[in-house]
């Protein structure tokens, strides 16, 4: 198997749904990735030693994803020097709010770069993932090109679809 060059963490099976877009992007680039399971409060040894080790293995940027009292890509921040992105999840009562607000508000030195709430973040979490690994990759970075070329020919097909049913 080839080995990460992108870790994708969530903090519980339960945030699959909203994390696998993250995963699908990943693989329509050809980045490998490892996905998995764990949490900051639950299994923090397990949280260190996955750090530790895909690092060790060459793994140049680690996604995060939590709900609630999300701190799971602040502790990886807290492990690391690659890049952190993390994903708020929408998983309580509050909305996600609670998510946002403990994955966004790092101490200075610890960034974690925080995208959108659940799939739009999962999806976008890929993409800049993505782009930090096309910085010293060229053929990377033009998939990325021609990905962004279809999403441009695509709004403008859409376009042209709308207006022919209405004009
Ligand atoms: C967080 O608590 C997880 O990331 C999940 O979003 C939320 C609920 O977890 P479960 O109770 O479903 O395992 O740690």
Redesign the pocket.
Known sequence: MEKAKVAIF??????EPMISPCADVLKKLGIPFRFTVT?A?RTPERTAELVDSLEADGCEVFIC????A?H?AGAVAARTMKPVIGIP?A?SPLGGMDALLATVQMPPGFPVATVALDKAGAKNAAWLAAQMLALHDADLAERIRAARAKFKADVAAAGAEIEGKYC
């Open positions: 969530m903090g519980s099976a339960s945030d949490s409060h994803a939590a709900g609630m999300a799971l999840v998983a």
